[in-house]
């Protein structure tokens, strides 16, 4: 059986067997029965997952688009409607993007799966409006339950792993509503629903990773729900739950490294809410022992716990929040130069991380300056730094904030461009992400909503169809080009 490793892995494996054949390191023909041994990702049939990739990306959004552009433009000319003709709408719509998806599922994938994911946003929203239009009542949680359960057959008929996790995101959202916000006997539902969430998990999910974290998720803010913030004696609770958390994750979970970094954020937020933050945060002192916390921390996970990783993670974390109280603590308002300071620490540490911690200060840098940069390009967030008292930048005298947000952007995405020269996905990301937020503010002010979304949509669909395209024919270069 052949190894199946990535695109990039198989590469370079390709160039080097060629290499150490042609240097006569290997016998003539060996680099070919070398390579034979790793199954090339051009030949990889996986039709039970659909991997997340550039295209896929461009199609879900194009789809979402597409959908709301409809939906907006049925939403605004919906009370001239009679009952009859808005339920056919709704009907024939779900009817048409699954028909034209399951059309096209062998011949354009991608795009099947674009009108299958219009389809679904489409099943979603109909649950909302026939409920409004025949006064069903009910209520939000209950909308996201049977949105849920009815995707789920689709899901499964087409094996598509984001409809499986949309599915179980809107079931998981009907449980947090309804019963972690919940008063009352409901509050304490959670305490059955939990387990039984659990064995779900492993006995139908196959103990399926991701269904676990979700778990997981709940399972924590059940807990800080319902004792971090309770107002009793209850409060204290955490003191016998957060130690059996750790006998959980030390005799069942194996020594999860995840589970102890829940179990190390809930210690420490419980220390900080009863310890640190409600005694100390009135008080002129506290930023002397906020500054003093944080070393004695990173002392300890680096030197006491032998450069602990997850304890380093819990400990940058702690430092943050400890970061954002200081500002609250000597009133600084100034959201754009507060956004700069955390933009200009997430670029910092993208490129310049201690030795012992480099991964982790990589990919935290690396995921966080996009989006504080994308708020820092939107150009309210501006105003407050040139102006005081106003509103809106539009009431401004001049556009000093427009300005600034538009040069950032601007030298935002010279940064980008040069991730896309040397051909990485992230500048590539950035790049249309910025396009379509640009894209949605000037659409938006020169033309009705519904359009802009669908022109929007279709947009995407082309460039994900362009890209695809492209990406094949430079995938035959390379391999015509590592034959010469």
């Given at each position: ?43 990889q049939v996986q039709p039970q997952l659909v991997k997340m990739n ?86 939000l949680e209950d909308a996201f339950l049977m949105w849920g359960i ?335």
């Amino acid at each position: 059986m052949k190894r199946r490793v990535s695109r990039l892995t198989y590469e370079f494996l390709k160039k080097e067997f060629i290499f150490l054949e042609k240097t006569g390191h290997l016998d003539k023909g060996q680099s070919n029965k070398l390579i034979d041994l790793y199954e090339s990702p051009t030949k990889q049939v996986q039709p039970q997952l659909v991997k997340m990739n550039a295209v896929q990306i461009l199609s879900i959004i194009g789809g979402i688009l597409i959908g709301l552009g409809i939906l907006s433009f049925v939403a605004s000319n919906w009370s001239e409607l009679t009952k009859t003709f808005k339920f056919s709408i709704l009907l024939s719509t779900l009817i048409v993007f699954y028909v034209v998806g399951f059309t096209l599922e062998k011949k354009k994938p991608h795009l099947s799966r674009a009108f299958y994911y219009i389809g679904a946003f489409a099943y979603g929203a109909e649950i909302f409006y026939i409920g409004q239009m025949f006064h069903l009542g009910g209520n939000l949680e209950d909308a996201f339950l049977m949105w849920g359960i009815g995707i789920l057959p689709l899901a499964l008929f087409l094996k598509d792993k984001i409809l499986k996790v949309a599915s179980l995101v809107f079931v998981y959202a009907f449980i947090e509503i309804k019963f972690l916000f919940a008063d009352g006997l409901l509050e304490y539902a959670p305490i059955l629903i939990i387990p039984a969430l659990f064995a779900f998990g492993y006995y139908f999910t196959r103990n399926n990773m991701y269904v676990k974290v979700v778990n997981f998720i709940i399972l924590y803010q059940f807990i800080e729900m319902t004792f971090m913030f309770a107002d009793d004696w209850t409060k204290y609770l955490p003191i016998a739950i957060i130690p059996a958390l750790f006998a959980l994750n030390y005799f069942v979970m194996n020594k999860s490294v995840e589970l102890m970094i829940a179990n190390f954020v809930l210690l420490y937020q419980f220390i900080a809410m009863h310890f640190l933050f409600e005694p100390i945060f009135e008080h002129n002192n506290f930023p002397y022992v906020a500054l003093l916390a944080v070393p004695i921390l990173f002392y300890i996970g680096h030197v006491i716990m032998h450069k602990s990783r997850p304890l380093f993670i819990v400990n940058f974390t702690f430092t943050l929040i400890l970061s954002a109280l200081l500002f609250y603590h000597f009133e600084y308002e100034n959201f754009a130069a507060i956004a700069l300071f955390y933009f200009t620490l997430w670029m910092l540490i993208t490129y310049i991380q201690h030795t012992d911690y480099k991964d982790f200060m990589r990919l935290t840098g690396t995921l966080l300056h996009f989006p504080t940069a994308l708020i820092l390009s939107i150009p309210d967030v501006w105003f407050p730094m040139f102006y005081k008292g106003l509103g809106n930048y539009m009431d401004a005298p001049d556009s000093k904030a427009l300005i600034a947000s538009v040069v950032f952007s601007v030298f935002y995405l010279i940064y980008a461009l040069t991730l896309v020269k040397k051909e990485n996905l992230f500048g590539v990301a950035i790049v249309c992400v910025f396009v379509l937020r640009f894209y949605v503010d000037l659409s938006l002010a020169f033309m009705d909503k519904s359009i802009a979304f669908i022109i929007g949509g279709l947009l995407l669909l082309g460039l994900g169809y362009w890209f695809e395209k492209t990406r094949r024919k430079e995938m035959v270069k390379s391999e015509e080009s590592l034959k010469e």
